[in-house]
């Protein structure tokens, strides 16, 4: 599957992974389990495929749909899907060879787009304060 064609279905699995009815906020919905599964999967080729940085652009994207997504539960399970998916980008980037200073940046957005402030957040600040000692 070409690169851009990968992408792209990565984009759809995120927006079906971390689709709800906004009339469901503060339940316990269900969530599409195997969407999250084809992110995670996707994601994984897409760095096994050196393609490092459309694997940080999705991840964003990941964090902010699905940092929402658990937001709005009423327990927030799909977290450990969010984190699977995000770990497999985030434990590759260190040996990415990318700048250290865009690594550090990316860890800050990744922050900043986490509406509840703890998905993945051991994993990026160990990343983050790795990259700022190189910088």
Do not use: H
């Not at 906020?25 to 992110?39: E, G, K, L, S």
């Not at 497999?88 to 990415?96: A, D, E, M, R």
């Amino acid at each position: 599957m070409p690169t851009a064609d990968l992408v792209a279905a990565t984009r759809q699995a995120i927006s079906d992974a971390t689709d709800f009815d906004d009339r469901e906020i503060n339940c316990n919905f269900d969530y599409d389990y195997q969407a999250y599964a084809t992110v995670e999967s996707n994601l994984k080729r897409l760095v096994d495929l050196g393609c490092f940085r459309e694997a940080m652009e999705l991840s964003l994207e990941l964090m902010e749909q699905g940092s929402y997504q658990v937001e709005s539960s009423d327990e927030g399970m799909m977290t450990d899907d969010i984190e699977d998916c995000l770990r497999v980008v985030v434990k590759t980037l260190k040996k990415s060879g990318l700048p250290a200073k865009e690594l550090a940046g990316w860890c800050n957005a990744m922050a900043k787009k986490d509406r509840v402030g703890f998905i993945c957040e051991d994993e990026l600040d160990a990343l983050r304060e790795s990259m700022q000692k190189q910088s």
